[in-house]
């Protein structure tokens, strides 16, 4: 396993050599802009979408709704070792991304929370004065090398993707995610798969909890609920991949100029 | 003499008078977001609160330039007519969802703490959504359209780097995409959701 994993970060290296060649912020930015994604498969992404939402309706929702009357310090907590895990695959993406630094602070973060932090339920490493924690993916890492985003992607129960992320996403099940190979890929004697397939579900109805009245709002209030959710899901992607959150550096303004009001 | 100081008097009082209405975009969005905060903590029905957050957005919002922007290319195909159709239909569309949206919070409790200019034209106003029990905290950029300094208005707000005139931007156009183009398809979709 750690062979295979040793071989993907290799062979993405490689092609990050290449395809820097060619690439800077700029051209990062047009690549992952939303309108110059397509979507190649909306007939199908369409029915995907609807099978999410009937999925959501009958589970996602109604248990996000009473998770949301949980007592804040257990959401908190909850929400927190959820973040926890997930430094695992951060930790590799900030070294694959050259943000030496960043797998640094995280590595600590790791260690402090896991330990102090009761398995990360309590966030010490931030009330220690650690910087906020930005998540980081094998899809992000690819983008910032230069790979385009692809076509968009609706996948069935997980959602929004593109065909870069979704097949970038296939690497955390071949050694890329420390949390899955301690649980389901080896047999250790301390996880079972039931521990990572908890954590996924769990980490949905989080989710689904912190943006309960966004997304009920969205839907009632879109005339095309679908084509919402991909222009933010793709403009949030283009914001993680830039580690930004300032749309002044993402928003081509020309548009705007154009129009005259006053 | 006389004269003379009458001009100088006269030139001063518009000085003064001129600059006493240059609204600064910080102010105007913590004012407007004051104002509709007062009503929903009002104890008034949600239909009341609904007219009246109308008012609030007829007066600070550019819906007309949010109409145009959320109309992508399409809009330089429109005659006259249509262009007159449309933004009365996009008016009473914004009015309801940007209403019926904001009506769901109660009290909520929004502080403004920076602003960058972009140009001229555009400041970007920074603030934040005070977070409670069942939401988390949330920043909210607002670009303010400066073109008239005595007037300012809201042209986009932008929640955690998303912004909600591209979304709509986005479901305008993937509408006029299903539909070959077509604009009457767009007009009777917006009149749908306004009357429903």
Redesign the interface.
Known sequence: MFRKLILITTIILFSALSANAGSDGELIIKKNQ??EIKDCFEPLNRVTFSFNQALDGILFQPVASAY?VLP?PVKTGVSNSLDNLSTLVTIPNNILQGELRKAGVNSGRFIINTTVGILGFIDVAQHLGFPEYEKEDYGQSLATMGVGPGCYLVLPVLGPSTVRDATASAINLIGGDAWYNVTVANDTQHFTDFDYYASRVTSGIDFRA?N??AIE?LE?????F???V???YL??RQ?KILN?????E??D?S???E???? | MRFKKFLLVLVCYTLTFSNSYSIEPDVFVQSTVNRASNILSKDISKEEKINELKLIAKETV?I??VG??SL?SARKNLDKNQKIKYSELFES?FLK?FS??LA?YTNPEIEVYSK?V??E??T?VNSLLIGT????EV?I?W?I?T??PN?P?V?DL?I????LA??QK??????LNSNNGDINALFK??EE?SNK
């Open positions: 939303p309108t949301r804040s912190k309960y009245d709002n009632k209030n879109s005339i095309d679908y084509a919402s991909k222009s933010l403009q949030d914001q930004t959150n300032k749309i002044i993402t928003q303004d548009d705007w100029e129009i005259e009001t006053q | 550019d007309r330039g145009f922007y992508g569309y969802s019926s949206r769901e960058k972009l140009s034209n555009y970007i029990s069942n939401r988390p920043k950029d670009r359209y073109k008239d007037n208005l042209r932008i955690e780097g998303l912004s591209r979304t986005e479901e305008f156009s993937s509408i979709t917006l959701f």
